[in-house]
């Protein structure tokens, strides 16, 4: 779309600035608007455009600075506001795990704005890989399992997982966002 800038929906990875893909670079380093999250590391924002618009919409666990729903909104505008721009929404680990991308992306799309997905690496296995603990081994565990830590069921406030069914499956169970509920958990 000629009238809009172009969206780009970018996993920065788990944090360290060399896991992040060559592709995320060389689009940070051109963008005219970056929108990131709190779990983007000071090394990655340090690789963008020193001439970018950079706007923080972090969430804290209990305190959400911009709700979804606004940063749905403003990477329209932004799209609106820079024609033939590049606007950068950097997300922690990547923007289809857990990440509202998918919510982001529905939004660009009913709106007419262009975007590609950049993946970035998961915190869901590389952390585990920098620790030394693969999520998958040939004959002790042959599937991996992500899973949110933090989706609670709305009438009783605790998690609406079936952990029965879990405890069954045949591999690593990967729990992200869960450190408020990892008693429970």
Do not use: W
Request: hydrophobic share 45%.
């Amino acid at each position: 779309m000629a009238n809009f800038g172009h969206v780009y929906l970018i996993g920065a990875g788990p944090g360290d600035p060399g896991l992040l893909t060559l592709r995320g670079k060389d689009i940070l380093e051109k963008a005219d608007v970056v929108v990131y999250d709190r779990l983007v590391s000071p090394a990655i924002l340090g690789m963008c455009n020193p001439k970018a618009k950079m706007v923080d919409v972090g969430k804290m666990p209990t305190h959400h600075k911009v709700k979804q729903s606004e940063i749905n909104k403003l990477l329209v505008q932004f799209a609106k506001e820079y024609p033939q721009g590049v606007i950068a929404r950097l997300k922690g680990g990547d923007p289809f795990v857990f990440g509202r991308g998918g919510e982001e992306a529905l939004e660009l799309v009913a709106a007419g704005v262009e975007f590609d997905v950049v993946p970035g690496i998961t915190s869901a296995i590389s952390v585990p890989a920098y620790a030394g603990i693969p999520v998958s081994h040939r004959g002790i565990a042959t599937s991996f399992h992500i899973i949110t830590g933090h989706e609670k069921a709305e009438s009783n406030g605790e998690l609406s997982l079936d952990f029965e069914n879990l405890a069954k499956c045949p591999g690593t169970l990967i729990f992200l966002m869960g450190i408020a509920n990892m008693d429970f958990i």
